[in-house]
């Protein structure tokens, strides 16, 4: 099943788990606590499959994307270096990662400008075309 930490990532998914628990809170039907639900699984479901059947990116991308999602950025903020807290949830997943590394590749792009916002995942996956 979907990891509950790349899961809490899709505004949908966030968006009906806000909706379950006002559905527990307000004491509704539990038939649409029940419907939510399973629109739930169909959304881990979804990327379920698609995380199976989609090719792991490159050893570097690989360590960029761990490196970028583990980092402290807390302890960047609070030191100064930074002037908020970014979120991870800025940085572009394997998904996104892979299927633009295909339309470079199916374009036969030679070259690409890629304005980015964080770390770089996505120019690195444009660039391994």
């Not at 527990?24 to 739930?40: D, F, H, L, Q, T």
């Not at 959304?43 to 402290?72: N, V, W």
């Not at 930074?82 to 892979?98: D, F, W, Y």
């Amino acid at each position: 099943m979907a990891s509950e930490k790349f899961m809490i990532l899709d505004p949908a998914y966030r968006k009906l788990q806000k909706l379950k628990e006002l559905v527990r809170e307000e004491n509704a039907s539990s038939k649409i606590s029940a419907e939510i639900g399973e629109v739930i699984d169909l959304l881990k479901a979804r990327y379920d499959y698609c995380e199976g059947i989609t090719s792991d990116p490159s050893k570097d991308l690989q360590q960029l994307m761990h490196s970028t999602f583990h980092h402290q950025w807390q302890n960047d903020h609070a030191e100064g270096k930074l002037s908020r807290v970014p979120s991870t949830m800025m940085m572009s997943g394997k998904l996104e990662a892979q299927f633009l590394r295909s339309l470079t590749s199916l374009c036969n792009a030679e070259r690409v400008l890629e304005l980015g916002l964080f770390t770089g995942c996505t120019a690195l996956a444009f660039a391994e075309k």
